[in-house]
């Protein structure tokens, strides 16, 4: 209380006598409001603050936290008739946060957060208690939440400003981003961002000055690369590194000059190209010649990347076979793998240049952003696995498409081997290949065609010289009966490729889109096996074989749409609650029920198939259908009463409750759905107003 006390009297030797607050203290900081004015006048703005007083080391967040962190919340409790702003951040700045490449922005130290207040015009009370809820986040090494109710009591009078308070204020808002009417201009590569700060003159910018741009939305730039200042033509060019951001056609922000003043700055993309700093002019004066011998070379060591090893592994049985095989049919081999590779490249190559015609931006990799490019390649990989650990052998017919082209044997399989390795290998980087392909993707069309297709050669080139130089092959080992098992062991790398591709494909899509995948993965399997079998058998045993087969290729095929259709969760569900049940019925509201859970097969393929189908949605909305979801992922004793008063013993249960069935009980629908008995159901009970 003594504490206290002291403090109280030295904010008030500070302030001012009529102002009465209540610091927050806290072993981190102390938090206290304080008012520009003495008094308030109706009708008139006025300002205050709240001080963050923080212990060394520790930081609170600016409105862009940076990588990690939360921006300090304000909730007033302020008199009928007054309005409070915002906080409007001062100029943040950056903690970097070493070793990992990440980077906050924020205040330490000692801070104030102004925000503006509006009075009514007539207040009716002598005073006025200004009352703010606080929450924060401090951290350092660890961060603590940390919260506070803070109060402020002025009196209803004359304005008056105390000249020190007034001097206190009139320098928080010299802290605050000054405002330009000016709009500056960007360019963006796909790994930069060349800010023209040229047409904003009142920043002043020197050679040596110090500049940060603070970004307001988050994945703009990388928060914790360097920014450096360059001057182009006299035109002060800052050079950001781009962040995950893949559409900006405006760039908001704070640019922090020589750590003491701050300009609100807003950009805009610019399809101009920035004199010489421009990526593609700075490769260009780097000479086409060397990129192309990049590209060679780190072609050559692409082969060595882990992303491509499990794919070459198929490689291994054609090389140490070079050495039993006639020299013209090695050569065109060779030739078949190095058509195929050459053949990708060209193709990414041309995806490339279109693309970027059209005004997309695109990277090394583009491809493997699509979850169906990438669910394909997993089941491609996996039936070439299927295929190495001898569940069916390659032979005609329909074996002559997908999982079995990379494999079959021949001059076609050499040539699809080619065209799948240079698929995985896109996900990697090699030594020299960076500058190669930064280059392909700004230089102009004929340029990038070049350097791609000599990066393939140089892929292609180390099987090429195997197969054109017979001598090698005394270095390679002699076949024998360990050829039988090697394809077996080489099936493993396979699928853990196939795993790896899986895993890539639920980040883009979610967990449902795997629980579509997996389904499609054992029925691929299932297809494999059943084919393996026919292969086997004799003639009427191989034709239902065979055929049953192909339904099960047909099935996996068919999954396709529903495993790789990100955020097909078109339906929102609101939560199932017995309460909410019984409102809605009493409103004579028509409701759906799902008892649903996540590890529900059913419940997923009848939500994937049926559900969320446009014409049953539509049908929902036409009758104004509520909508509820009751999970059963978590054990939860109110839906398992639910579930056993409707004599289920689990999921999935579905429940349809027309208008006025307060006086009736639910239809209970079929556990398999069709669209179509969604929608006689719904006909049935939910007749159109």
Same mark, same amino acid.
Request: hydrophobic share 50%.
């Given at each position: 209380m003594v504490r206290l006390f002291c403090i109280c009297l030295l904010l008030l030797s500070l302030f001012g006598a009529p102002v009465h607050a209540n610091p927050i203290e806290t072993e981190l900081s102390k938090v206290s409001l304080v008012s520009e004015v003495d008094a308030i006048k109706g009708g008139e703005n006025f300002w205050v603050a709240l001080r963050w007083q923080m212990r060394p080391g520790w930081h609170i967040y600016w409105q862009n936290p940076g990588d990690s962190g939360m921006r300090p919340n304000l909730t007033w409790q302020l008199p009928s008739g007054f309005t409070a702003s915002d906080i409007i951040f001062p100029t943040p700045q950056r903690f970097v946060i070493p070793p990992l490449p990440l980077a906050n922005f924020g205040?330490?130290?000692?801070?104030?957060?102004?925000?503006?207040?509006?009075?009514?015009?007539?207040?009716?009370?002598?005073?006025?208690?200004?009352?703010?809820?606080?929450?924060?986040?401090?951290?350092?090494?660890?961060?603590?939440?940390?919260?506070?109710?803070?109060?402020?009591?002025?009196?209803?009078?004359?304005?008056?400003?105390?000249?020190?308070?007034?001097?206190?204020?009139?320098?928080?808002?010299?802290?605050?981003?000054?405002?330009?009417?000016?709009?500056?201009?960007?360019?963006?590569?796909?790994?930069?961002?060349?800010?023209?700060?040229?047409?904003?003159?009142?920043?002043?910018?020197?050679?040596?000055?110090?500049?940060?741009?603070?970004?307001?939305?988050?994945?703009?730039?990388?928060?914790?690369?360097?920014?450096?200042?360059?001057?182009?033509?006299?035109?002060?060019?800052?050079?950001?590194?781009?962040?995950?951001?893949?559409?900006?056609?405006?760039?908001?922000?704070?640019?922090?000059?020589?750590?003491?003043?701050?300009?609100?700055?807003?950009?805009?993309?610019?399809?101009?190209?920035?004199?010489?700093?421009?990526?593609?002019?700075?490769?260009?004066?780097?000479?086409? !010649?060397?990129?192309?011998? *990049? @590209?060679?070379?780190? $072609?050559?060591?692409?082969?060595?990347?882990?992303? /491509? %090893?499990? +794919? &070459?592994?198929?490689?291994?049985?054609?090389?140490?076979?070079?050495?039993?095989?006639?020299?013209?049919?090695?050569?065109?081999?060779?030739?078949?793998?190095?058509?195929?590779?050459l053949t990708c490249f060209g193709m990414i190559g041309f995806a490339l240049v279109l693309l970027r015609s059209l005004?997309?931006?695109?990277?090394?990799?583009?491809?493997?952003?699509?979850?169906?490019?990438?669910?394909?390649?997993?089941?491609?990989?996996?039936?070439?696995?299927?295929?190495?650990?001898?569940?069916?052998?390659?032979?005609?017919?329909?074996? !002559?498409?997908?999982?079995? *082209? @990379?494999?079959?044997? $021949?001059?076609?399989?050499?040539?699809?081997?080619? /065209? %799948?390795? +240079? &698929?995985?290998?896109?996900?990697?980087?090699?030594?020299?290949?960076?500058?190669?392909?930064?280059?392909?993707?700004?230089?102009?069309?004929?340029?990038?065609?070049?350097?791609?297709?000599?990066?393939?050669?140089?892929?292609?080139?180390?099987?090429?010289?195997?197969?054109?130089?017979?001598?090698?092959?005394?270095?390679?080992?002699?076949?024998?009966?360990?050829?039988?098992?090697?394809?077996?062991?080489?099936?493993?790398?396979?699928?853990?490729?196939?795993?790896?591709?899986?895993?890539?494909?639920?980040?883009?899509?979610?967990?449902?889109?795997?629980?579509? @995948?997996?389904?499609?993965?054992?029925?691929?399997?299932?297809?494999?096996w059943l084919y393996g079998k026919a292969q086997l058998a004799r003639s009427l045993g191989r034709k239902v074989a065979t055929i049953g087969a192909l339904i099960a290729l047909t099935a996996c095929v068919s999954l396709l749409p529903f495993s790789s259709s990100p955020g097909s969760k078109t339906i929102e569900w609101e939560a199932y609650s017995r309460e909410k049940l019984v409102t809605l019925r009493e409103q004579g509201r028509p409701v759906f029920v799902n008892f649903s859970a996540a590890w529900c097969v059913s419940c997923l393929v009848n939500e994937r198939t049926t559900l969320s189908q446009p014409a049953v949605l539509k049908e929902f909305q036409r009758r104004n259908v509520i909508l509820l979801k009751a999970d059963w992922t978590k054990r939860n004793a109110e839906i398992t009463r639910a579930l056993q008063e409707y004599g289920s013993s689990g999921v999935p249960l579905y429940l349809l409750y027309g208008a006025n069935m307060d006086r009736g009980e639910p239809l209970i629908l079929p556990k398999n759905l069709t669209p179509e008995i969604v929608q006689g159901a719904l006909e049935q009970a939910v007749p159109l107003s």
């Open positions: 205040y330490e130290r000692d801070v104030y957060l102004p925000v503006q207040l509006e009075a009514p015009v007539a207040i009716e009370s002598n005073t006025v208690t200004l009352q703010v809820q606080a929450e924060w986040l401090i951290c350092e090494q660890e961060c603590i939440p940390e919260s506070g109710v803070l109060s402020l009591t002025l009196p209803v009078a004359d304005a008056k400003i105390d000249p020190e308070k007034q001097a206190l204020f009139n320098q928080i808002r010299q802290s605050l981003p000054r405002k330009t009417n000016k709009t500056a201009k960007f360019t963006a590569t796909d790994r930069e961002i060349f800010l023209d700060l040229s047409s904003i003159p009142e920043l002043s910018l020197k050679p040596e000055s110090e500049v940060t741009f603070f970004p307001l939305q988050d994945g703009v730039i990388v928060n914790a690369a360097a920014q450096k200042l360059d001057f182009s033509q006299n035109r002060p060019i800052l050079r950001l590194e781009r962040g995950y951001q893949t559409d900006l056609p405006t760039i908001e922000g704070v640019i922090a000059l020589d750590k003491k003043q701050g300009w609100h700055i807003k950009a805009d993309l610019s399809t101009a190209v920035i004199a010489d700093r421009s990526p593609a002019s700075q490769l260009q004066t780097t000479n086409l !010649g060397q990129a192309i011998g *990049l @590209a060679f070379l780190g $072609g050559i060591i692409l082969n060595l990347m882990p992303c /491509v %090893l499990p +794919v &070459l592994s198929l490689r291994a049985l054609s090389i140490v076979s070079l050495a039993q095989q006639h020299p013209v049919t090695a050569r065109l081999q060779g030739l078949a793998f190095t058509g195929g590779v005004g997309q931006s695109v990277g090394w990799g583009f491809q493997l952003q699509s979850p169906l490019v990438v669910l394909c390649l997993a089941y491609l990989l996996f039936g070439v696995g299927l295929n190495l650990s001898g569940v069916f052998v390659i032979g005609g017919g329909w074996m !002559g498409v997908g999982q079995s *082209l @990379a494999s079959k044997a $021949g001059l076609v399989g050499e040539f699809f081997t080619g /065209v %799948l390795a +240079v &698929l995985m290998s896109t996900p990697c980087s090699a030594p020299f290949m960076a500058t190669a392909v930064s280059a392909a993707l700004v230089l102009p069309g004929w340029q990038s065609m070049a350097i791609l297709l000599t990066l393939g050669l140089g892929f292609a080139f180390p099987y090429l010289l195997l197969c054109f130089a017979p001598f090698l092959h005394k270095f390679l080992p002699k076949p024998g009966a360990w050829l039988e098992v090697l394809p077996q062991i080489l099936a493993f790398p396979i699928y853990g490729t196939a795993a790896w591709l899986l895993w890539v494909f639920t980040v883009q899509v979610g967990t449902e889109g795997l629980a579509s @995948a997996l389904v499609g993965l054992i029925l691929l399997a299932f297809a494999a």
